[in-house]
């Protein structure tokens, strides 16, 4: 099945598990995720339903919690099987590695502002000469992207300069004049660099992401290089969780089971909603079988 209609059994899992429908409902659903989906990273990823189906492991109806176990298992080993020789990650790392105009890695000189000041930095209150270009369109395109990098930021005027300029000529010389494409591309730049969400200014001005790698990011990839790096780690722990959940049970003499009041309870952790979110305990008493989590 296609990611389309994965995500729709998402929904529904989600839906079944918030509504308590009853069990068969999600067996149904897992039943359809088992036999029609081969599992890439991407896909699991994409559509969550790595995570949707790994929660369901814990689930109280011992019916769901062995068909997601199952599941979980097998999607594991298709992610396996498909191992990487041209697996995107090593694609990445190849561009990074052709990029050579490398500025230092470590971080440009503070700019001796005071914190109230970054706030509201500019171009004009840093008093920079931002017309440099002999273009008038290049030189508003260089200043806006000065205004990007310097809101809120604390490095020199001189290295956020010498950035904005980097940015400038890049981009283009990709455009090769200043027309509606160009300004465009400027205009992209200069909205995801501002962003506070993205992160994506500290990894410029720091020298982590250079000029030229930036000239051939994707606005998707700049807007959620964030995002997806702590994606990337859930699904990763989850998977690892999943795998390990059989083998790496603790038991332990700390929690004891609500219902017979034993202390031999088993638990694995797993984090289930959003990286940066605490993560959840599942526990199973040895005893009665009785199940709960907490996080
Ligand atoms: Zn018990």
Redesign the pocket.
């Known amino acids: 099945m296609d990611a389309k209609e994965v995500k729709t059994h998402v929904t529904n899992i989600e839906k079944a598990v918030k509504e308590k429908l009853p069990p068969t409902v999600l067996i149904d659903i897992l039943n359809s995720l088992r036999t029609g989906v081969t599992a890439t990273e991407q896909l699991l990823r994409d559509t969550k339903v790595g995570m949707a189906v790994n929660k369901l492991r814990m689930n109280s109806d011992r019916s769901v919690s062995d068909l997601a176990k199952e599941i979980v298992a097998k999607w594991k080993r298709d992610v396996h099987t498909k191992t990487k020789p041209s697996g995107s990650s090593s694609h990445d790392g190849k561009k990074e590695r052709m990029v050579t105009v490398s500025p230092s890695r470590t971080p440009p000189k503070p700019s001796g502002k005071r914190p109230a000041d970054l706030a509201t930095r500019s171009r004009k209150t840093d008093n920079v000469n931002w017309q440099c270009t002999g273009e008038a369109t290049r030189d508003n395109c260089l200043g806006i992207i000065y205004d990007a990098l310097a809101l809120g930021c604390d490095a020199s005027s001189d290295a956020l300069l010498s950035l904005a300029k980097s940015i400038e000529s890049i981009t283009f010389t990709n455009y090769k004049k200043t027309d509606a494409a160009y300004k465009r591309r400027m205009q992209v730049l200069f909205l995801n660099l501002k962003s506070k969400d993205n992160n994506l200014r500290n990894r410029v001005v720091s020298g982590e992401i250079t000029p030229a790698r930036l000239s051939t990011m994707e606005s998707s990839e700049m807007a959620s290089a964030q995002r997806r790096q702590a994606d990337e780690k859930l699904m990763e722990e989850n998977m690892r969780t999943a795998m390990m959940a059989k083998s790496e049970k603790s038991i332990s003499d700390q929690l004891t ?6 202390k ?2 088993s638990y694995t952790q797993a984090q289930t909603r959003s990286a940066d979110e605490p993560m959840t305990t599942f526990c199973t ?6 199940r709960w989590k907490f996080s």
């Not at 089971?257 to 034993?262: A, D, H, I």
């Not at 008493?285 to 009785?290: A, N, P, T, Y």
Request: aromatic fraction near 0%; charge should be positive; hydrophobic fraction near 15%.
């Open positions: 089971c609500g219902k017979c009041g034993q031999k309870v008493c040895e005893i009665c079988s009785h």
